[in-house]
């Protein structure tokens, strides 16, 4: 019995530890051709991340976004630094290296603009 209760408390911790999380931010672009974007950024409980920006001709693209292939895809890693993550690139399409702040549900971009730090997008995380 005690066995069948260790495995069981395992396996839970296994698969709860191994979670990942998706933010998400959407809007409008100033484009002419495809005026709607989605950027998906996944987090990795092992510290990789992927970034996926996604563009639409149409505001209900928006919604299935996932069907579509990104218009540019990047991962990475990402690290502690102070009181900020700082995101480091893998790929050739280097368009995120700066500091990101985290909180429970938000992940807000964050760059330096005359020695001050200013906040940029903001990605809600994805409710399941």
Do not use: H
């Amino acid at each position: 019995m005690k066995e069948y209760l260790i495995w069981i408390l395992l396996f839970t911790t296994a698969t709860s530890s191994a979670q990942e999380k998706v933010f998400l931010n959407s809007g409008k672009t100033f484009k002419i051709e495809k005026k709607y974007y989605v950027n998906e950024i996944i987090l990795n409980s092992d510290s990789t991340f992927i970034q996926r920006y996604y563009e639409f001709r149409e505001k209900n693209g928006i919604e299935s976004y996932k069907n579509s292939v990104p218009e540019i895809e990047s991962n990475g890693t990402y690290s502690k630094s102070g009181k900020y993550y700082l995101f480091d690139q893998k790929s050739p399409n280097d368009f995120v290296n700066d500091y990101f702040k985290l909180t429970e549900n938000k992940l807000i971009y964050l760059y330096c603009r005359e020695g001050k730090w200013r906040k940029g997008a903001r990605f809600k995380l994805k409710s399941e």
